[in-house]
């Protein structure tokens, strides 16, 4: 049970962001609410049907955050998973929908379509062999034979890789994979969520998080006990500091700054999305956790709409 629970970035306005993961990417909304240590944001929440752990986006739109800068430290692009014959199928869907993207590349023997999101964000589509038998979600905008998988992976630019690798493979999970020019592949147990690619860019001007930069990635915990167990060894081994853990209602947390400078979270699979809204309905109304039900009048006034359509919702 190794690799990407989710990966959380920073964007613009909230109602553009739910457009586009929602409308162009057709990805599902599966929860909508605040952000626990900045209430008067979203934190918003695509995903698969459920949103397994390995499948989901989250974002606090900050309307006003200026836009970030890739460099060491950052994590450079986040990737999907889409079967290898979608490939063209996407690259049709940016032309019509106007999305910036560039011509398909190959990286690690895969075709890739790198495309940015309205906030500048560095994404991709990567055609995994085989993809086309993982379970797909669509709410009908994109063919289910087409539709995202969940993630391929994550590419972490960083000036010295081997402290992060290291966290990587002792405590995180992953494997080393090989080499490709410049970066170096690392693999969990899971094909959803499993890759994490290490771009060296020793002496590269540092970047600047803001508007279409990751805020964070997290990594699979089975458990308590399998995070605490984590936990020790960054402590013990890595001589990181992670923090105590917090309940983050869908999935209970430890964050640290690894080595490179990222922000990482170890994050448990339970309980899951589902835990305070049905399957079927999930993203459907403002959820907030208890300690903030009693401001729900108040912080409600102050977030924005999201305009859902009729085809998202
Ligand atoms: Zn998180």
């Given at each position: 049970m190794a690799g990407i629970h989710h990966v959380t970035a920073i964007s613009g306005k909230a109602a553009r962001n739910f457009d586009f993961y929602s409308h162009v990417l057709g990805l599902r909304f599966v929860k909508k609410t605040v952000n626990f240590d900045d209430n008067g944001t979203y934190h918003l929440y695509y995903g698969d049907r459920v949103g397994y752990p390995g499948t989901v986006l989250t974002f606090?739109?900050?309307?006003h955050a200026a836009a970030g800068h890739v460099g060491p430290g950052q994590t450079q692009q986040t990737t999907f998973r889409v079967p290898t014959s979608s490939i063209g199928y996407w690259t049709h869907r940016f032309i019509e929908k106007g999305v910036v993207h560039e011509a398909v590349e190959k990286r690690f023997g895969e075709p890739i379509l790198s495309f940015t999101d309205p906030d500048g964000m560095s994404l991709a589509l990567v055609g995994v062999a085989g993809a086309e038998s993982e379970p797909a979600w669509s709410a009908g905008l994109i063919p289910m034979e087409h539709a995202i998988r969940g993630f391929h992976g994550v590419t972490l630019m960083l000036d010295d890789g081997a402290r992060t690798a290291a966290i990587l493979t002792d405590v995180l999970g992953f494997t080393a994979a090989g080499e490709d020019g410049a970066l170096a592949r690392y693999r969990a147990s899971e094909a959803i969520g499993g890759v994490v690619d290490i771009r060296a860019a020793t002496g590269f001007a540092a970047g600047h998080q803001g508007r279409g930069s990751v805020h964070h990635i997290a990594f699979r915990a089975a458990n308590d006990a399998s995070q605490a167990a984590m936990a020790q060894k960054l402590t013990a081994e890595h001589g990181m500091k992670p923090t105590a853990q917090l309940d983050r209602k869908y999935f209970r947390s430890i964050y640290f700054r690894e080595p490179g400078g990222i922000l990482f979270e170890i994050a448990t699979?339970?309980?899951?999305?589902t835990v305070d809204e049905p399957a079927q309905t999930l993203g459907r109304d403002l959820k907030l956790p208890p300690f903030l039900e009693s401001r729900r009048k108040e912080i409600e006034a102050v977030l924005p709409e999201l305009h859902a359509t009729e085809a998202g919702s």
């Amino acid at each position: 049970m190794a690799g990407i629970h989710h990966v959380t970035a920073i964007s613009g306005k909230a109602a553009r962001n739910f457009d586009f993961y929602s409308h162009v990417l057709g990805l599902r909304f599966v929860k909508k609410t605040v952000n626990f240590d900045d209430n008067g944001t979203y934190h918003l929440y695509y995903g698969d049907r459920v949103g397994y752990p390995g499948t989901v986006l989250t974002f606090f739109p900050w309307e006003h955050a200026a836009a970030g800068h890739v460099g060491p430290g950052q994590t450079q692009q986040t990737t999907f998973r889409v079967p290898t014959s979608s490939i063209g199928y996407w690259t049709h869907r940016f032309i019509e929908k106007g999305v910036v993207h560039e011509a398909v590349e190959k990286r690690f023997g895969e075709p890739i379509l790198s495309f940015t999101d309205p906030d500048g964000m560095s994404l991709a589509l990567v055609g995994v062999a085989g993809a086309e038998s993982e379970p797909a979600w669509s709410a009908g905008l994109i063919p289910m034979e087409h539709a995202i998988r969940g993630f391929h992976g994550v590419t972490l630019m960083l000036d010295d890789g081997a402290r992060t690798a290291a966290i990587l493979t002792d405590v995180l999970g992953f494997t080393a994979a090989g080499e490709d020019g410049a970066l170096a592949r690392y693999r969990a147990s899971e094909a959803i969520g499993g890759v994490v690619d290490i771009r060296a860019a020793t002496g590269f001007a540092a970047g600047h998080q803001g508007r279409g930069s990751v805020h964070h990635i997290a990594f699979r915990a089975a458990n308590d006990a399998s995070q605490a167990a984590m936990a020790q060894k960054l402590t013990a081994e890595h001589g990181m500091k992670p923090t105590a853990q917090l309940d983050r209602k869908y999935f209970r947390s430890i964050y640290f700054r690894e080595p490179g400078g990222i922000l990482f979270e170890i994050a448990t699979d339970d309980p899951g999305f589902t835990v305070d809204e049905p399957a079927q309905t999930l993203g459907r109304d403002l959820k907030l956790p208890p300690f903030l039900e009693s401001r729900r009048k108040e912080i409600e006034a102050v977030l924005p709409e999201l305009h859902a359509t009729e085809a998202g919702s």
